[in-house]
């Protein structure tokens, strides 16, 4: 199958570092505990979990086309800057007085665990949870960006750098799969890479649940109230879970690809924002 990447696409590290200087709130977003322990949540899982995308997809890249090669290269820039940058963040949730400690050490035990299976299996996890990272970034972009309205713009704006990255390189890690299986018959690579998704999925929204719930509970918010309240923000209003479904549902579909929808046009109408307050590291000015 071949790639129906946009031919123009352009998949670009922006090496920017943001809020080093300010002091955040204990509840960030907007006064909200349960959208901060939700952001906190997936914040604490992104440093452990793009060093393993990184690793699955960069250990095939002498094995893909040239053209696909150069992206894996930019993929990993990029998903290098957002490690660092959320590192960064999850010093400043600590420094809030939340103990992520244990959630990181989950984290790192089931990947410890992931690395035991197969190179392609592990590239497929990768592959699915690139497809939650990019339909959560369009989600975001599509609606302005409103569930940030109440962070500061720091903190706006590296949630908005990191979803327009997200973007661009959203097919990548699925091109690759692709590729390395190019020997399979059609069905059983949808029926593999569909069996990993849902398993995936599974797993992925439990624990950020349940990691979001332990942070909550780190500020006396317990019990049914605790958990009502969390999916009311999950499925209900503003529905982060809710806005993405048709999306999740997609991937499901014989024939997908990441770029059947090219949403390009939400990097153009929020990058703007990047470019004024931020500057790329080494440049002149440029924030340590």
Not at 201 to 211: C, E, K, P, Q, T
Request: hydrophobic residues 45%.
């Amino acid at each position: 199958m071949a790639s129906t990447a946009p031919a123009d696409l352009a998949i670009v590290p922006r090496n920017l570092r943001f809020g080093r200087n300010e002091v955040r709130g204990r509840w960030w977003l907007g006064g909200d505990p349960i959208a901060t322990a939700w952001h906190n949540a997936l914040s604490a899982s992104f440093p452990a979990g793009e060093a393993f995308f990184i690793e699955t997809v960069r250990r095939f890249r002498n094995d893909v086309p040239a053209e696909l090669a150069a992206q894996i290269d930019q993929f990993v820039k990029q998903e290098a800057h957002h490690t660092r940058e959320h590192v960064a963040f999850n010093r400043q949730v600590t420094g809030a007085g939340y103990d992520i400690a244990a959630i990181e050490q989950r984290i790192a035990d089931s990947l410890v665990q992931a690395r035991t299976t197969h190179p392609v299996a592990q590239l497929l996890v990768t592959v699915s949870l690139e497809h939650f990272t990019a339909i959560f970034a369009h989600a975001m972009l599509a609606r302005g960006g409103r569930q940030f309205a109440g962070a500061s713009d720091e903190t706006r704006a590296m949630w908005t750098w990191h979803a327009i990255e997200e973007i661009e390189h959203k097919g990548v890690a699925f091109d690759t799969y692709m590729h390395i299986t190019r020997g399979l018959k059609p069905g059983r690579r949808w029926a593999i890479r569909s069996l990993v998704f849902a398993r995936v999925s599974r797993n992925f929204i439990a624990n950020r649940v349940a990691d979001a719930l332990a942070l909550l509970a780190q500020d006396g918010v317990t019990g049914w109230r605790a958990k009502a309240r969390l999916w009311w923000y999950l499925l209900g209003s503003p529905g982060v879970l809710r806005q993405v479904a048709w999306a999740w549902l997609a991937y499901f579909r014989p024939g997908f690809h990441p770029w059947d929808h090219d949403d390009r046009a939400l990097i153009a109408a929020h990058g703007a924002a990047l470019a004024v307050p931020h500057k790329e590291i080494g440049e002149p000015g440029a924030r340590r």
